[in-house]
């Protein structure tokens, strides 16, 4: 009952619950993983699912690229969100830095291109794309099972290379996943699912 006192209960009861629960969410265990401090073994065979994943993700990105028209490749889906071709370029990107600074230790990335190039051209992203991909593809299968055991420090955390691999999965997909708002903005379907 609006003006009553049992109203005015029941919106301080209402009030306090929320302030209540506000705080209690600020330190919840899963919204950060503990750090992994040793390494532990992963079968040989695991390696197939990290190419298969490392193709798929590839796979994504272009039939991202090359189901945007180009006209719309500069473009945003909201404000504050890089355009289509920088979030295709921050994925690939990523992609190639991580495995090349954290499991090979290089302080250069292997492949540089024209970013004036691949934002405005569909020949150009997709060949940036298929380039970055290849060379983490060629180190996933060449690198070592001695290697990839080994303990790195990777954004604060202590985990084994072998895990990297699934850190690059979750990013990709986690970049592509927001570029599906980048379609739906111009009222076109994102690309079909690709099942792994």
């Known amino acids: 009952m609006p003006g009553s006192v049992t109203g005015g209960l029941r919106g301080a009861v209402i009030g306090a619950m929320a302030l209540l629960l506000a705080g209690s969410f600020q330190s919840l265990p899963g919204q950060q993983a503990a750090p992994i401090r040793q390494s532990f073994p992963m079968p040989p ?54 495995v090349a600074h954290y499991l090979l ?6 492949v540089r291109t024209d970013t004036a190039i691949i934002f405005s051209s569909r020949a150009g992203l997709r060949d940036f794309v298929t380039a970055t991909y290849g060379f983490s593809l060629r180190v996933l299968r060449d690198q070592s099972g001695e290697d990839r055991q080994q303990l790195i420090w990777y954004f604060g955390q202590k985990l ?37």
């Open 160 to 196: 084994p290379k072998w895990m990297v691999w699934d850190e690059l999965n979750q990013h990709t997909l986690w970049t592509a996943g927001q570029m599906v708002a980048n379609f739906r903005a111009h009222g076109m379907p994102p690309p079909a699912f690709l099942y792994f």
């Open 45 to 98: 065979e695991y390696r197939d699912i990290q190419i298969r994943a490392q193709e798929t993700q590839r796979n994504l990105l272009l039939s991202m690229v090359d189901s945007m028209p180009e006209a719309f490749y500069r473009t945003r889906a909201a404000e504050g969100q890089r355009d289509f071709a920088q979030q295709i370029h921050h994925a690939a990107n990523a992609n190639q830095y991580i």
């Open 105 to 110: 230790g290089w302080d250069t990335l292997p």
